[in-house]
């Protein structure tokens, strides 16, 4: 499936504005979490699939392909 440039835009938004509005991530690791679940997420949503339904089949253990930033 190809996106538009449109699409990527829209998908950054929301990452913008939390930058914009917390005056950024506190930790390399918060950044790297959030990115992680925003990118499952944005592509989840134009495959049809429920977000919180896809998060946690990835969350449960054994699952693969996908993995989390560990805190420090």
């Not at 679940?37 to 990835?58: F, K, Q, S, Y």
């Amino acid at each position: 499936m190809a996106f538009s440039r449109d699409a990527y835009e829209r998908a950054l938004r929301k990452s913008v504005v939390h930058r914009k509005v917390s005056g950024g991530f506190r930790s390399e690791w918060g950044a790297a979490a959030f990115a992680t679940m925003a990118t499952v997420i944005e592509t989840a949503a134009p495959r049809g699939e429920n977000a919180l339904h896809t998060l946690t089949n990835l969350l449960t253990p054994g699952a693969p392909l996908l993995s989390f930033p560990q805190p420090p």
